[in-house]
């Protein structure tokens, strides 16, 4: 009836509610007002080609939180998806990064795409506006999808995967090696891509089996007919390792860490300057 009733219901069930469910709200309501008043961006890391030349970036998001400091994705995002927001933080991903990619004409940008946007019919609908509103060409980009349970076998994710390849994105396999499912999945799905998990990468070296696994991971990918990037690739011998394997992009520390847009224009003249020289 009156506010207050309402209020004094809420505080008689708070102390049934742990401490994690607590601050998970709070999270929520935090992550709502950052979403809406501009407390998200975005940064960029480089993707290189086997002799080191930026061939494309992805677009990751970020949430500097005013008391909590820097909160991962890895731990917000899931949060969205659970709580309705991840259409709307989908939306503002890909708004910001075709907005980015206007300052490198020649880069192709990745951008990270939720299973949960996926299986939401009218996803293809809404990026194609997004497309005409930014005015950018769907071939520029390629949409990251983890490689998971949450992907499944559900008809509604493949027909949008399938649109959205249509409208001229190219699709990658992210964290590829860590389902369950793989395999198929390669046989099932749309892609044109893998992203070999950096958990293997970072094996390199250690466990003589891990150069084995990536091996028989790039031959895969080429009797598909699949391209191949490394991820989490933080050391030279790591990078020189792959490259031998045959692995066509890297990306990770070794190269650069994720830079605000600005950086990643700096990093491109740079090249190109570096390039010319030697030229
Ligand atoms: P991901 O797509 O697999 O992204 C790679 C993660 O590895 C990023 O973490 C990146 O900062 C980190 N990384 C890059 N190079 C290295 C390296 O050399 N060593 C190590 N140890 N880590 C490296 P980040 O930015 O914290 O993102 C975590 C995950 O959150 C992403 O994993 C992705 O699944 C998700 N995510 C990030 N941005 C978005 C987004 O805009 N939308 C959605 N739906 N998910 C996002
Ligand atoms: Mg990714
Ligand atoms: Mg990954
Ligand atoms: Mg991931």
Avoid at 193 to 199: G, P
Wanted: hydrophobic share 40%; aromatic share 8%.
């Amino acid at each position: 009836r009156s506010k207050n009733n309402g209020r004094a219901q809420y505080s008689f069930f708070e102390p049934e509610m742990d401490a994690a469910m607590r601050m998970r709200r709070e999270i929520e309501g935090e992550l709502r007002e950052a979403l809406h008043n501009g407390g998200l961006n975005m940064v960029y890391q480089p993707q290189s080609d086997r002799t080191g030349r930026i061939a494309g970036v992805e677009a990751l998001l970020r949430w500097k939180h005013p008391e909590r400091g820097d909160i991962s994705p890895a731990m917000f995002v899931p949060i969205a998806e659970e709580c309705g927001l991840i259409s709307e933080l989908g939306i503002y991903t890909l708004r910001e990064s075709f907005i980015a990619s206007r300052q490198w004409p020649g880069l192709k940008v990745a951008v990270n795409i939720s299973a949960a946007q996926l299986r939401m019919r009218d996803f293809p609908e809404k990026v194609a506006d997004l497309i005409k509103e930014c005015a950018v060409d769907p071939r520029t980009f390629e949409l990251e999808i983890t490689e998971g349970l949450l992907l499944g076998d559900d008809p509604v994710t493949h027909g949008v995967l399938r649109e959205l390849r249509q409208m001229g994105f190219s699709i990658a396999l992210d964290d590829f090696g860590t389902g369950y499912s793989s395999l198929s999945y390669l046989q099932r799905y749309p892609i044109d891509k893998i992203k070999i998990d950096r958990s293997f990468v970072a094996n390199l070296g250690i466990e003589k089996e891990s150069a084995a696994v990536i091996q028989a991971i790039v031959k895969l990918a080429r009797a598909l007919k699949l391209d191949v990037i490394a991820e989490g690739v933080e050391t030279i011998e790591q990078r020189d390792q792959l490259v031998e394997i045959g692995c066509e992009e890297i990306q990770g520390y070794f190269y650069s860490r994720p830079v605000e847009a600005a950086r990643i224009g700096e990093m491109c003249s740079k090249q190109e300057e570096f390039i010319g020289r030697r030229a």
